[in-house]
């Protein structure tokens, strides 16, 4: 149980295109996403944090109109960056934490998405 | 200084070493503690959970907390090749609604 899963698992796209990134909880209900990026030999910084319905809470540093999250359902969360540039290029992980009380307290993380801004 | 200390490594050891990981932290709002493992290009996979202190118990891997010294271990009995990867505490506190605080990660090599 508690899988998450993400799409793509990797893109590249031309500097100044956007790029969506799915986030999914394939066999729990999340009421709360996070969004982290990571960067090679580094550990996680948390970008957001999101949940069902509501506005996403980004944190300090990050441009919430450049990275626009969407929590629409309670087993989907999207991350779009806009008119993005090399220097986005990162490994973006999600990941969700529970309805349920035996997960409320932790989170599992997807397998990433690797993106590169040409 | 920062929130939670962890040692990157690398650390290597042989085949069927027993493997000792460690955090400290300085938050003693800290109540609920996570190791991960973490391979390379894969999002992090969720070893041990434990609320507050204590031993917790998995198969090869047993976790401890001690709070009152605001350090935690991950132990590793026979480690196998397999096992190398970089290995994430993390930590959280209700009351900064449960955001996870990661440690660097700790990169562990095991040699066959």
């Known amino acids: 149980g508690a899988v998450v899963s993400q799409h793509p698992s990797w893109v590249i796209c031309k500097s100044g295109t956007s790029v969506k990134i799915e986030c999914r909880s394939l066999?729990?209900?999340?009421?709360?996403m996070f969004w982290y990026r990571q960067f090679p030999k580094q550990s996680l910084m948390l970008m957001a944090t999101?949940?069902?319905?509501?506005?996403?809470?980004?944190e300090q540093g990050v441009e919430k109109d450049k990275f626009l999250i969407n929590h629409a359902s309670l087993t989907l969360s999207t991350l779009t960056v806009t008119s993005a540039h090399p220097e986005d290029s990162s490994f973006y992980i999600c990941?969700?934490?529970?309805?349920?009380?035996?997960?409320?307290?932790?989170?599992?993380f997807g397998p990433g998405t690797r993106l590169t801004v040409l | 200084q920062k929130e939670v200390e962890q040692d990157p490594g690398p650390l290597s050891v042989p085949e069927g070493a027993i493997v000792s990981l460690n955090c400290t932290y300085s938050n003693s709002a800290f109540q609920y503690f996570m190791w991960y493992r973490q391979y390379s290009r894969k999002g992090p996979e969720l070893l041990m959970y434990?609320?507050?202190?204590g031993n917790k118990e998995d198969g090869r891997f047993t976790a401890q907390v001690d709070k009152s010294s605001k350090y935690i271990s991950l132990f590793i009995r026979d480690s196998q090749p397999s096992d190398s990867a970089t290995y994430l505490c993390a930590m959280s506190a209700m009351e900064y609604g449960n955001k996870l605080v990661f440690g660097a990660g700790t990169i562990l090599r095991v040699k066959s």
């Open positions: 990941s969700a934490r529970g309805v349920l009380s035996v997960l409320s307290d932790t989170q599992y």
């Open positions: 434990t609320y507050s202190s």
């Open positions: 066999d729990f209900q999340a009421t709360t």
């Open positions: 999101s949940n069902e319905g509501s506005k996403a809470t980004y």
